[in-house]
């Protein structure tokens, strides 16, 4: 039997036998759904942006200092309209259909919307790092957020040379500063009530379920911002003696080990297996650098 074989049949008994599930995504499962480059249209869509400034991915020309709001809107509002009206995600759906008779909790550091798209519980989703849908003040003078979606078709609509016009530069209603997006980029971001109280189901559903089975699923997180999601699931899993870990990543699917240099990244089963760590840990963590899709939908076979 294949080491992937093995895995199919461990994570099968896993889930069957589990608790409860609670599941950490990043950019990797997007990406592996399909919102890429090619699939959006990246090219044709901001043919305008590349033309001039020779983006190559959407990210790169998020933080690109352009020289006026009206720019920088006229990207910024074409960008989240495209992903909110991508809605092929058949991978978030499949991961739904094996977590949707348990009790199950999702943290994610996209803000793409794709768990919501999938018809995933909303209470029991929390975004950490935002969404494509609202919009702040850049101080901000309050917390509140604002629902900009129709604000931002209109603007794509009415994007002339790049640049939309300067009446629909999105103004705060209290200190009439520009607004800003809803993206955690630095200190400014809001954590209004919506955000905390979400954030503490998530603190909720880990104390209730310290002492049971839980399996944690991984999917495409990095090392952009290893301590919202990787760095704690591990330690976590180490901690509570009936946690397993499966960690979807085609490059760093391993655990992160301590070494004079940093941190090295062991991604090897059986290195994995043969390690003496908290609580035997080593043996409740399975590494998956496979396709995530096949994977999928091999553990949606009977």
């Known amino acids: 039997m294949t080491d992937l074989k093995k895995k199919i049949e461990i994570i099968k008994e896993l889930l069957r036998d589990c608790d409860g599930v609670l599941i950490g995504a990043g950019a990797g499962l997007s990406v592996a759904a399909g919102l890429n480059e090619t699939n959006l249209k990246f090219k044709e869509k901001f043919k305008d942006f590349v033309d001039a ?10 933080f690109y200092p352009f020289e006026t709001e009206e720019e920088k809107w006229a990207y910024f509002a074409r960008y989240f309209v495209t992903y909110q009206e991508y809605n092929s995600i058949p991978l978030y759906e499949d991961i739904l259909k094996l977590v949707k008779d348990k009790d199950y909790f999702v943290i994610t550091t996209n803000v793409d919307g794709c768990f919501e798209k999938a018809g995933f519980d909303t209470n029991k989703l929390f975004a950490t790092q935002g969404d494509f849908v609202h919009i702040q003040c850049p101080t901000p003078c309050h917390k509140k957020l604002y629902e900009s979606t129709s604000l931002f078709k209109e603007m794509v609509e009415k994007t ?22 809803y ?21 909720r559903f880990i104390e209730r379920n310290k002492d049971k089975k839980i399996l ?28 397993h870990l499966v960690r979807f990543n085609r490059e760093y699917s391993g655990i992160s080990l301590p070494d004079k240099y940093g941190l090295k990244i062991v991604n090897d089963w059986d290195s994995i297996k043969s390690l003496k760590l908290q609580n035997d840990f080593q043996n409740r963590f399975i590494p998956v650098p496979e396709d995530i899709n096949d994977v999928i939908n091999k553990l949606l076979l009977e």
């Not at 400034?53 to 998020?62: C, E, I, L, M, V």
């Not at 002339?160 to 997006?181: A, Q, W």
């Not at 993206?183 to 603190?203: G, K, T």
């Not at 999917?219 to 901690?239: A, D, L, Q, V």
Request: net charge negative; aromatic share 18%.
């Open 53 to 62: 400034y020779d983006f190559k991915d959407f990210y790169s020309g998020g």
């Open 160 to 181: 002339n040379e790049r640049k939309i016009p300067t009446e629909l530069l999105p103004k705060c209603p209290k200190c009439g500063k520009v607004m800003r997006s």
């Open 183 to 203: 993206l955690r980029d630095d200190d400014s971001f809001i954590e209004d009530d919506y955000w905390l109280q979400h954030c503490d189901a998530y603190s």
């Open 216 to 243: 944690l699923l991984e999917f495409g997180i990095g090392f952009n911002t290893p301590s919202i999601i990787r760095f704690p699931f591990e330690r976590r899993t180490m901690e509570y003696e009936k946690w």
